[in-house]
């Protein structure tokens, strides 16, 4: 049953909301905009897809709210000739939002049923500047390394060695860091020739950055 707090939000009151948070990146703005959410949530939340929450997905997952996706995006200070790694794709919202920024957008999803499915609603919107593995994301892809930029959609016990090789010199990974039940924070790590330079930001609530792929078909 759809609650109140759950009613149809328009677009132009899915950004206004977003503002009122402090989202003040006109690019990141555009691209929240620009990118339909209904189209990566289930089908029965699909009326209600810009409510400011996170919504279940297949998998056992979730999809994160709004406000999520474009506070992680705006921390991570996207030019459009950036490529991206993304871990965790999920629905395919959060890579769906950084195509519209970056030139280029690997996405790594554990479970194949949710890469299969970000894979065609990508096609379905001429989003061909995405790429999607099916893989270990705290692998990485190094295949395609360097990145200027990561994003890592679960979160993280300790940062992961693996990913912090394949950012570029001058890169930024952003990411939920914390144990898998407690408290977790937004963390922004910049690559530079000392060291990494850390900055933490707000507490949030992710599913734990598993190994492996998923036994799941």
Do not use: W
Request: charged share 25%; with cysteine; proline share 6%.
């Amino acid at each position: 049953m759809t609650s109140v707090a759950d009613r149809r939000i328009g677009p132009m009151e899915f950004l206004l909301g977003l503002r009122r948070r402090g989202i003040a990146d006109p690019a990141v703005l555009r691209a929240m905009e620009e990118v339909p959410r209904e189209n990566f949530v289930r089908a029965d939340d699909a009326a209600v897809a810009y409510a400011d929450h996170a919504m279940p997905i297949d998998c056992g997952q979730t999809i994160s709210q709004p406000y999520v996706v474009a506070y992680m995006t705006e921390r991570l200070s996207l030019a459009p000739e950036h490529k991206v790694l993304e871990i965790g794709t999920g629905s395919g919202y959060q890579a769906a939002v950084l195509s519209r920024l970056a030139a280029r957008v690997v996405t790594i999803e554990r479970y194949r049923t949710l890469a299969e499915q970000a894979r065609a609603r990508f096609a379905a919107l001429g989003y061909d500047n995405i790429a999607v593995v099916i893989g270990d994301g705290r692998a990485g892809v190094p295949e395609e390394a360097p990145y200027d930029r990561i994003i890592v959609t679960a979160a993280a016990e300790s940062i992961p060695r693996a990913l912090v090789d394949q950012l570029a010199d001058g890169g930024v990974m952003v990411l939920p860091l914390g144990p898998q039940d407690g408290a977790q924070i937004i963390v922004r790590l910049t690559k530079t020739p000392s060291g990494l330079f850390r900055e933490n930001f707000i507490g949030v609530r992710f599913v734990p950055l598993l190994p492996g792929k998923a036994r799941e078909l």
